[in-house]
């Protein structure tokens, strides 16, 4: 694929072209294999999708002990009632929102690195306190708090690592994020039915899971202050001397590592010097794929979390007590971790956009099919088809839109599509509540199933492709 630079030409067909010494630093970077070191940084950089997964695992896991403690309903008399269930996912979402919104250009302001071991640190301390309240207004509070920490955690995550791999793997390390983050997911559910029916030293079960999180998200902030800034920014923000030193030391650990000389980088890329504005993805450049993320991410999340935020709530509907449907909702979900293995194997073997269409495609399919079933072994089996296809989602997702957008602007520009999913995901929960309180999980699936297929059409008629291309080149 050409590379376009502003005046029309291509790096590749301009070769009189000085190649900047920016753009020298990123070639350098996309040529080195995955060595010990390569895996250490990007193992440690997914930690960040660990404690973002455990806490959307939070939403529906925690569900039937916050009904034990009577602290919110299933359901609510009036559609935007706050003492609901629904009201519980709604702020997180809301967090979620404001986070990506209005905070996410801080990530390209300041840096991936420091960024990015704040935000973590935020989650922790904000949800350790949500797990000392008693009422649904003081949860939902800290919920919201809480929830400003992983959204700018998730924002920086894709950027951070979609610019410290090299291309021929960035498929293959989303497809391990999505592995660390359903290990995770998993983690909140077997938490959860293990401690939710019960209170260890006179605590409500709810409360442990939720502290839990809160102790392993502080430890693994104190693990990752030793990873490097991104070299891709520090070249981008024109501080070179540190880009270079990143560079030179990353370069130096896999040498050594692989024990023979490095390839030679390819040609690079162009690398606009440019300082970005937001308003870049208005431009006549980008905003098919802005339009074409707006809507990935405003639908995509009623598929996504229609099930997992609500997967033990839709079990109670069809009649199973609250520890038989953790128990499920645990069982569906080693699904999941197994399946967000499997990505990493055929990640970057297909491209991005038929990634996100197939995984909204077997999501519309398998959760018709879940609401019209009955016996447990039906549900456990669909219920894990549909928990592979939402991670699958979650995958192709995260790693398809931290490639549509150039450094310079890269996290504001994922913030800023990716706040439509946590927009609809403030209203999401409501509609759900609505469709099942009305219709049963029939009428839940009906509407997820509406929501995949404008995900499906606006992917694949609006969206580039990106599998193994250079970021300089996807965004040029």
């Not at 960035?170 to 995770?184: D, E, P, T, Y």
């Not at 089996?381 to 398809?400: D, E, K, P, R």
């Not at 469709?435 to 008629?461: E, Y």
Request: proline residues 4%; glycine residues 8%; aromatic residues 14%.
């Amino acid at each position: 694929m050409d590379t376009a630079s502003p005046t029309g030409n291509t790096a590749e067909a301009d070769p009189s072209r000085t190649v900047t010494d920016a753009e020298r630093i990123t070639a350098r970077l996309d040529r080195l294999p995955m060595t010990r070191s390569m895996w250490i940084i990007a193992i440690l950089v997914t930690f960040g999708g660990l404690f973002d997964a455990y806490a959307i695992g939070l939403i529906g896991a925690l569900g039937p002990g916050l009904f034990q403690a009577k602290i919110f309903t299933p359901t609510t008399a009036s559609f935007f009632g706050m003492t609901g269930f629904a009201s519980f996912i709604s702020v997180f979402f809301a967090g979620l929102f404001v986070a990506a919104l209005c905070v996410s250009y801080v990530a390209d302001h300041f840096g991936r690195r420091s960024v990015f071991a704040f935000a973590l640190l935020w989650f922790g301390v904000a949800n350790f306190m949500m797990g000392m309240q008693n009422t649904a207004n003081s949860v939902n509070f800290w919920r919201f708090v809480s929830a400003l920490g992983i959204g700018l955690e998730l924002v920086t995550v894709d950027a951070y690592l979609s610019e410290l791999v090299p291309k021929q793997a960035r498929g293959m390390m989303f497809g391990f994020l999505q592995v660390m983050g359903a290990i995770a997911f998993f983690t909140a559910y077997l938490l959860s039915w293990q401690l939710v029916p019960i209170s260890p030293f006179g605590v409500d079960g709810w409360r442990w899971v939720t502290w839990i999180g809160s102790i392993a998200a502080v430890a693994i902030w104190w693990i990752r202050l030793g990873l490097p800034e991104s070299p891709r920014w520090l070249a981008q923000q024109g501080r070179l001397d540190e880009a270079e030193q990143v560079m030179s030391r990353i370069e130096a650990q896999v040498q050594a590592e692989s024990g023979r000389p490095l390839p030679a980088p390819q040609q690079p890329a162009y690398h606009d010097p440019r300082q970005g504005s937001i308003m870049e993805i208005f431009s006549p450049r980008f905003i098919k794929r802005t339009i074409m993320l707006i809507l990935f991410n405003f639908f995509q999340t009623v598929g996504f979390y229609g099930f997992v935020a609500w997967a033990p709530t839709l079990l109670i509907a069809k009649g199973i007590h609250v520890t038989q449907s953790l128990e499920y909702s645990m069982v569906i979900n080693i699904t999941g971790v197994a399946f967000s293995a499997a990505i990493m194997l055929f990640a970057d073997r297909m491209e991005r956009r038929v990634h996100c269409a197939a995984s909204c495609f077997f999501i519309a399919v398998f959760g018709i099919s879940f609401a019209n079933v009955e016996s447990p072994a039906a549900l456990i089996v669909l219920g894990a088809c549909l928990a592979a296809s939402t991670q699958w989602l979650a995958y192709a997702l995260h790693n398809y839109q931290a490639e549509l957008y150039p450094t310079r602007i890269r996290a504001r520009a994922v913030g800023f599509v990716y706040s439509w999913s946590r927009l609809s995901g403030i209203l999401t929960p409501f509609f759900v509540a609505f469709f099942l309180r009305n219709w049963g999980a029939t009428g839940v699936f009906a509407f997820v199933a509406l929501c995949m297929a404008v995900v499906i059409l606006a992917v694949m008629t609006l969206g580039p492709r990106t599998t193994t291309l250079q970021l300089e080149a996807i965004a040029a």
